[in-house]
């Protein structure tokens, strides 16, 4: 039988199974550290989830094990976890209830089901649901073999300096692999104008540096070159959030960092705990990213 325990979180009682099964074998860290991690990191992740349809990349049995991607909210689901029904355009169903991971009683319940990743689109729902425009775009810079991360740091200062020349400000976070993932936050826009957008900043970006830089999906093309990835602007696309824990051997975090540890070969590797001592020390260095709206040029 699973060991079960009976918690309280901001009034909302759960209970919890299996605290003691190890989810990062290689490391030793347990579901229970991965819930220990995802409350204490609340303050900072909760306010990048909210409003966005959460897609849970769940390891029942660990890192080494099977997974699946969850969007639709399980049977299971307690009444008191905020669900939106939304399209899914090409699928097997033609919508699906979605989980929007607004309190820390709901991200503690998708963490007790293994949900190492969360994954969130570009826009947020409505109060009524339903889906609004995009108010962000995102680039995920990967390299390919034998690029490696200083090249994915030579092409993040590019980017960014392309951007700043737009008028737009560019956040970076590691993705919690090989990458780094820069945010631009936006006024609400179209999810084709900014796909647009995003997609051409790509483009003049290989234009300017063929040698580095590559805009193009074909994976061919990839070799020795940093991929520029702006498809993930397609509403129907998701990016793993900041502060969500990656399935790897190691529990690596996607991890919010500044220009200065980009430019300067600052490590960009980062554990739980290793992002809580930021989180205590930095605050949440994507926060400005939630007040800022510049329209697209």
């Known amino acids: 039988m699973s060991a079960k325990t009976s918690v309280e979180v901001d009034g909302t009682r759960l209970t919890l199974s299996n605290l003691d099964k190890v989810l990062y074998p290689?490391?030793?860290?347990?579901?229970?550290?991965?819930?220990?991690?995802?409350?204490?990191?609340?303050?900072?992740?909760?306010?990048?989830?909210?409003?966005?349809?959460?897609?849970?990349?769940?390891y029942p049995d660990g890192v080494d094990g099977q997974s699946f991607f969850e969007k639709n909210a399980p049977s299971h689901t307690p009444d008191w976890v905020r669900t939106v029904?939304?399209?899914?355009?090409?699928?097997?169903?033609?919508?699906?209830?979605?989980?929007?991971?607004?309190?820390?009683?709901?991200?503690?319940?998708?963490?007790?089901?293994?949900?190492?990743?969360?994954?969130?689109?570009?826009?947020?729902?409505?109060?009524?649901?339903?889906?609004?425009?995009?108010?962000?775009?995102?680039?995920?810079?990967?390299?390919?073999?034998?690029?490696?991360?200083?090249?994915?740091?030579?092409?993040?200062?590019?980017?960014h300096e392309l951007l700043d020349d737009d008028g737009l400000e560019a956040f970076p976070k590691t993705s919690g692999r090989k990458g780094v993932h820069l945010y631009?936050?936006?006024?609400?826009?179209?999810?084709?104008?900014?796909?647009?957008?995003?997609?051409?900043?790509?483009?003049?970006?290989?234009?300017d540096h063929k040698d580095l830089v590559v805009s193009r999906m074909d994976k061919k093309l990839r070799h020795g070159k940093v991929f520029v990835d702006w498809s993930q602007n397609n509403r129907h696309k998701t990016t793993v959030a900041p502060y969500s824990l990656r399935a790897a051997p190691e529990p690596y975090?996607?991890?919010?960092?500044?220009?200065?540890?980009?430019?300067?070969?600052?490590?960009?590797?980062?554990?739980?705990?290793?992002?809580?001592?930021?989180v205590e020390r930095d605050g949440d260095l994507l926060a400005p990213m939630l007040e800022l709206h510049p329209g697209l040029p």
């Open 184 to 207: 631009v936050p936006i006024e609400e826009t179209s999810d084709e104008r900014t796909s647009a957008y995003a997609k051409e900043a790509a483009r003049r970006l290989e234009k």
């Open 26 to 58: 290689a490391h030793g860290f347990t579901k229970g550290e991965v819930i220990d991690y995802y409350a204490r990191v609340a303050p900072v992740l909760l306010p990048h989830l909210k409003g966005r349809p959460a897609t849970r990349l769940r």
């Open 85 to 159: 029904e939304l399209p899914t355009p090409g699928g097997s169903r033609t919508s699906l209830d979605f989980v929007i991971v607004d309190d820390l009683p709901t991200l503690v319940w998708t963490a007790n089901l293994a949900s190492l990743e969360l994954h969130v689109p570009q826009w947020r729902t409505g109060p009524r649901g339903g889906a609004r425009d995009p108010d962000l775009m995102v680039f995920d810079l990967d390299p390919g073999a034998p690029a490696a991360m200083d090249d994915v740091r030579r092409v993040a200062v590019l980017l």
């Open 253 to 278: 975090v996607s991890t919010p960092v500044t220009w200065d540890e980009i430019e300067n070969n600052a490590d960009l590797e980062f554990g739980p705990d290793d992002v809580l001592e930021r």
